[in-house]
């Protein structure tokens, strides 16, 4: 008898892990995070030189730089905004070229790269 009672609950049980699962896949999906792009110059150097910034961490090329976002979550936001002054030779705002081919870079690999205009 004690036996009967205890396979009554088996039903119940499932029944209840089932709808906790279900309940996580209609759960909302976290958005796609959000960065923002600075690029700085580097006034220690005998010339000219400069890095890019995301949050805390520096990249000294366009390739390192790539190789960070390539491992984003897809549909992740890069914002930048250069603003409208240079010193010359910066990467990617130098190079109408080079800044296209990074463009395609980002769409490439899912990255909302948003160029904030200057001016």
Known sequence: M?????????????????LRVEAREDAPSQPPPKFRMELVYIVDADSPE??????????KSVASLKKFLSSLPPGSTLEWDPGC??????????SKQEMEEFKAFCAESNINFVLLPSG
């Not at 400069?50 to 990249?59: A, E, H, Y």
């Not at 002054?85 to 130098?94: A, D, I, K, T, Y």
């Open 2 to 18: 004690n036996r009967s009672k205890h396979l009554l609950w088996l039903p119940v049980i499932l029944f209840a892990v089932l």
């Open 85 to 94: 002054l240079r010193m010359g030779n910066e990467p990617l705002l130098s």
């Open 50 to 59: 400069f890095i890019f910034v995301i949050g805390n961490t520096g990249f």
